[in-house]
């Protein structure tokens, strides 16, 4: 692997770093009703009823997380697409690649679970309080029975916090990914785009199915997964294009969804991530994207997952203190700086709760799914 290779790589640390503040900023601003909004971030954004829901609209469109979480699944489908490359396409081979993954991804999650389950059956009581949001009060409204826990391990339900729907679609990509690289392996640009065209269709019909959404979004990462076919159209792409492109590319993924829906927002989001990941790994020739390798993108980056699971814990638990110690806030007129507060306050405590998370949980469960597979995919 070449260092330019390498350098190209290590920015896609520091957008998964962005990626996982941006999720934190998006849900730190949901906590706090808002007089006279169902939702602020819905409202016209050229209509000033006033300053401070104007900045709220400002800030849950720069903190956009549906944006951050269409752009992890088409990141996570480009990476897949390397990691399958390497696989033998054998029995063992992808039992090899199947361990991998689930030793990547469950292990910090089952922390999470375990934690939420002895808290909700200890001192856990369900409240309504009367400042918070609709949003908040639909989180934590069930029982944490055996059965319960059962149907969250396994992803059968997804309700133990903001994010832990999205490992279940990057769980179910995993086991289908193996069937995408398949088709894929000697087909053409023009029969991938044919390919990820037909999954797009099939995302608003057969696969729109009533109470499941996940199958909705696996377009995504097949659209990750061809993006180095590619390769020589992005990188002969001009830097006055790419100077062009980024300022209408982003701004219109920032607010598609909130102009039209999660679902045909969500498509545009995806086509528009596909491009800007596209030049951040191939085009060698901007340097727009060279700040991803700056200190703090690469060091959130490196705890990205663990911050990504840990911070809709702390933040639902530090909410939950703050309404319940001190309900004479000036949440009403004021909400704007409390949900700034609350975010930094729970980001700075998320960060510190996942730095020994990821040191002692998810780093060696990630070298043991390593060696399992090269030990599983070589026997």
Do not use: C
Not at 76 to 94: I, K, P, T
Not at 159 to 170: A, D, E, M, S
Not at 251 to 271: H, K, P, Q, S, W
Not at 303 to 309: A, G, R
């Amino acid at each position: 692997m070449t260092t330019s290779t390498t350098s190209r790589i290590t920015k896609l640390d520091g957008l998964r770093g962005l990626l996982s503040v941006i999720v934190a900023l998006n849900h730190s601003y949901l906590v706090v009703a808002i007089p006279g909004f169902a939702n602020v971030w819905g409202q016209n954004y050229l209509i000033l009823h006033d300053l401070q829901s104007k900045i709220q609209q400002l800030f849950m469109i720069l903190g956009n997380g549906g944006v951050a979480v269409t752009m992890f699944f088409v990141l996570s489908g480009l990476v897949m697409g390397q990691s399958m490359s390497r696989v033998e396409f054998s029995a063992r081979g992808l039992l090899g690649f199947f361990v991998k993954r689930i030793l990547r991804l469950y292990p910090v999650y089952i922390l999470i679970l375990v934690l939420t389950a002895i808290y909700m059956k200890t001192i856990f009581t369900y409240q309504i309080f009367p400042h918070a949001s609709t949003w908040y009060h639909w989180w934590m409204q069930f029982q944490m029975t055996f059965k319960e826990f059962i149907y969250n391990f396994f992803f059968i339900h997804a309700y133990t916090g903001g994010v832990t729907w999205t490992l279940r679609v990057i769980l179910l990509a995993s086991f289908v990914f193996p069937v995408f690289y398949s088709l894929t392996r000697k087909t053409g640009k023009l029969a991938d785009m044919v390919i990820a065209t037909a999954l797009i269709v099939a995302s608003f019909t057969v696969l729109n199915l009533e109470g499941f959404r996940d199958l909705r979004y696996l377009y995504m990462f097949f659209l990750g997964l061809i993006l180095p076919k590619f390769k020589d159209v992005f990188n002969s792409v001009p830097t006055w294009i790419v100077s062009l492109f980024l300022p209408v590319g982003i701004v219109t993924m920032l607010v598609i969804r909130y102009a039209t829906d999660e679902y045909r927002g969500g498509l545009i989001e995806a086509l528009i991530a596909w491009i800007i990941l596209g030049l951040i790994v191939f085009n060698a020739k901007t340097s727009v994207f060279n700040w991803l390798n700056h200190k703090i993108p690469q060091f959130f980056g490196k705890i990205s997952y663990s911050l990504y699971l840990v911070h809709w814990s702390v933040l639902y638990l530090l909410a939950r203190f703050m309404f319940g110690y001190f309900p004479g806030l000036p949440y009403e007129t004021h909400y704007l700086l409390i949900h700034s507060l609350l975010f930094i306050l729970s980001l700075s405590l998320a960060t510190v709760i996942s730095i020994p998370i990821f040191k002692y949980l998810e780093t060696p469960s990630a070298s043991l799914g390593k060696y399992l597979n090269h030990k599983i995919s070589k026997t």
